[in-house]
Structures are given as C-alpha cells and as structure tokens.
C-alpha cells in the first residue's frame, strides 16, 4: 500500500544494519524507463504485478534491506524468494494516516 511507509522504513534498517537499500518500485521505473502509473495505465494493474515479481525473483535478497511494491504479497513465489533471505516485516498503517501521507488518495 502506498504510504505505508515502506521505503522510509527500509532505508532506515539498511543503515542501522550497514546493509544496502533497494526499493522495487525506482528498480522497476529506472528498468523500464517509465513511471509505474504509465505501466498500470498503459497495461494494467496485473502486468504491473507480473513486472514486480520478475524484479523481486531477480536478485539475491540476503544482500540487501528490500521495500517491495504494495503488490508483492500478491506473489507467493516473490514472497517465498524474500522470506529465504531474511525477516519479512508487515507495516500495518491504518487508513486515516495513509491518507494523511499520500496526496492525490
């Protein structure tokens, strides 16, 4: 879910545990050279899943803290590929504060 904070989070762990930071979603835009609501607009929200899965089977995740797109729970196989790399965190954000953080919710 946007704004829940995943990204301030993640790069927040990598520090303290001296770790490098990966967010899915910038991999994605820079891979792809598009904005994710280009993608879900031009192709959809489940090619967008699709895409997010094959960027998160594509590295090793024990090097690094991972922020995930808000879709990654929807791939057993992506959620299964993190879960042997590490601790997989549930950033539980109640609705009021995620309109709070995102601007056009």
Known sequence: MPGAGKSTVGKFLARALAM???????LIEERLGRSLQD???REGHLALR???EETLLSFDPTRYVVATGGSAVYSR???EHLKVGGVTVFLDVDLETLESRIDDF
């Open 50 to 52: 699709e895409i997010e």
């Open 39 to 41: 993608i879900v607009n």
């Open 77 to 79: 196989s992506a959620m």
């Open 20 to 26: 490098k930071f990966i967010d899915t979603d910038t």
